[in-house]
Nanobody, 126 residues
């Protein structure tokens, strides 16, 4: 079982930056592929960014490429999402997700993840 706890969400003005953190409670963090997803009111949960278990490969939604960066610290069971140049349309609840894998792939679909955090709210004002 893996527990994920997100933090760092807040109210920020357009053009600003926010760094989200996700702490994983597991002794096998390096076996987990990780991802960030978001869900705005009235919309489906959507992919934001993903990172492989060893951190060597990443993937981003087109809407955040060049603005967001996903990273991980396997020594401390943490994954991060650095969000720059924020836009009002980035407003959503952001979720951390994890899945065990034996490969070094990343995963970009909601259905590919087994473990989810409770979410953290990011609000971008115009």
């Amino acid at each position: 079982q893996v527990q994920l706890v997100e933090s760092g969400g807040r109210l920020v003005q357009a053009g600003g930056s926010v760094r989200l953190s996700c702490a994983a409670s597991t002794s096998t963090f390096s076996r987990l592929a990780m991802g960030w997803f978001r869900q705005a009111p009235g919309k489906e949960r959507e992919f934001v960014a993903a990172i492989s278990r060893n951190g060597d490969t990443t993937n981003y939604a087109d809407s955040v490429k060049g603005r967001f960066t996903i990273s991980r610290d396997n020594a401390n069971n943490m994954v991060y999402l650095q969000m720059n140049s924020l836009k009002p349309e980035d407003t959503a609840v952001y979720y951390c997700a994890a899945r065990f894998t034996v490969t070094v792939n990343y995963y970009s679909l909601v259905s590919q993840y087994n473990y989810w955090g409770q979410g953290t709210q990011v609000t971008v004002s115009s």
